[in-house]
């Protein structure tokens, strides 16, 4: 969930509220509700995250030991 997407659904609650955008604390909420959403989203795939980076690193470790090779 985007800061946008927190100020769009404020907006379906709000309506139309002229300074709704600029509204400094209504900003710094979204934005903690963002984050808030990111790092859930982190926790929730953390186990499947790990297993994308092992393998991230395997890869990594087999190329640079073909380009030591100089086959690469």
């Given at each position: 969930m985007t800061q946008q997407d927190v100020f769009d659904m404020a907006?379906?609650?709000c309506g139309k509220w002229?300074?709704?955008m600029?509204?400094?604390?209504?900003?710094?909420f979204a934005k903690l509700v963002a984050?808030?959403?990111?790092?859930r989203i982190?926790?929730?795939n953390?186990?499947?995250i790990e297993k994308?980076?092992?393998y991230i690193k395997e890869l990594e470790t087999k190329l640079y030991a073909i380009k030591a090779r100089g086959e690469a």
């Open positions: 907006r379906e609650v002229p300074r709704f600029s509204n400094p604390n209504l900003q710094a984050a808030k959403e990111r790092e982190i926790a929730e953390k186990p499947e994308c980076n092992a």
